[in-house]
């Protein structure tokens, strides 16, 4: 117990860390950051309970103390374009550790294939209709836009089954998605 919510926590710092990497900002009015690859490997890592909780952790210290990039608040955020993104989030972690949990797969492809379809495929089901209503914009103009987020999405899919196959070689112990 102890341990998962040692690991909870930490992941959910993570992903507030990773808003500190300089975001890119798109015409869209959502920013390209790294806290969609912390999404991914909450997954990949934790499995699907626990990822999901990092997030949902994540976003709820993010009511008051800003975790986004940009010094915003989670209740800042959800005011943006990106508020499908940010609904998406939990769920998104879910279907990364859901697959990754639960494939037959070796670990690169399994983590590989939760990051694609929680990480991305789920992301954008909430993202682009969220981006739809907040800037009052057809749907298929949101999902032509939200191709410009489609290659740095694959790098961080990738990036993200690519850690988690190296923390868990290099630490078994810590990766609690086959475990």
Known sequence: ???????????AALIAVLGLVPK????????????SMGIMLCGTMLGAKRGALAVILFLVVGLIVPVFPGFMTTWQKIQTPSIGYIVGFPIAAFVAGLITQNTKLALFPAAFAGAILGGIIVMYAFGIPGMAIMLNKPLPDMALAAVAFLPGDLIKATLAALITKSIAQMRPEALLSRG
């Open 24 to 35: 890119v900002d798109l015409a869209a009015g959502v920013p390209i950051t790294a806290q």
């Open 1 to 11: 117990m102890e341990k998962n919510l040692t690991h909870i926590a930490l992941f």
